[in-house]
């Protein structure tokens, strides 16, 4: 069974940086794509940003220049390291994988910006 599992959220400044960090585990292939979405109380979840097993990114317009994804295949892991962070980055941010064409969710963790 294909698990994701998600560490590093917390509470930090505006202004501050967090990195999110996501296990993949149970499959016996590698991740064809891998990423991070977030959903905001009251709104729909929305894409965070993406990575390609060949390295290949996709950035929301709103965190373009501020966070950064990447992956290591060896481990099946993917991470988001988010730099000067804003009070809208408040959300559960979510793991995603897609793996031999099937999308897994991990739980998520908890980001929260202050003021």
């Known amino acids: 069974q294909v698990q994701l599992v998600e560490s590093g959220g917390g509470l930090v400044q505006a202004g501050g940086s967090l990195r999110l960090s996501c296990a993949a585990s149970g499959s016996v292939f590698m991740p064809n794509n891998m990423g991070w979405y977030r959903q905001a109380p009251g709104k729909q979840r929305e894409l965070v940003a993406t990575?390609?097993?060949?390295?290949?990114?996709n950035y929301a317009d709103s965190v373009k220049g501020r966070f950064t994804i990447s992956r290591d295949n060896a481990k099946n892991m993917v991470y988001l390291q988010m730099s000067n962070l804003k009070p809208e980055d408040t959300a559960v941010y979510s793991c995603?994988?897609?793996?031999?064409?099937?999308?897994?969710w991990g739980q998520g963790t908890q980001v929260t910006v202050s003021s």
């Open positions: 995603w994988a897609n793996i031999s064409w099937r999308n897994y």
């Open positions: 990575i390609i097993s060949d390295g290949r990114t």
